[in-house]
């Protein structure tokens, strides 16, 4: 099966979700560790497009001022 190809919309929102199930004590122990795995995946992931985000405006960028 093929992977999902994320956007950063899209993992801040099921970043979001979970944040707000664990604020509301909506998750039990046993789905805590899964759910903070999860987090983490995403937000490395967001990190990641930020960055190559920059990175791409600044290439950008430097075309302009050529």
Excluded at 36 to 57: P, Q
Aim: aromatic letters at 4%; hydrophobic letters at 35%; a negative charge.
């Amino acid at each position: 099966m093929e992977e999902k190809k994320w956007t950063y919309k899209e993992a801040m929102a099921e970043i979001e979700e979970i944040v707000a199930k664990l604020e509301n004590n909506q998750l039990d122990v046993d789905e805590l560790s899964e759910k903070v795995k999860r987090v983490s995946e995403l937000i490395a992931f967001c990190k990641s497009k930020l960055h190559e985000t920059e990175e791409e405006v600044e290439n950008i960028l430097k075309t302009i001022d050529q």
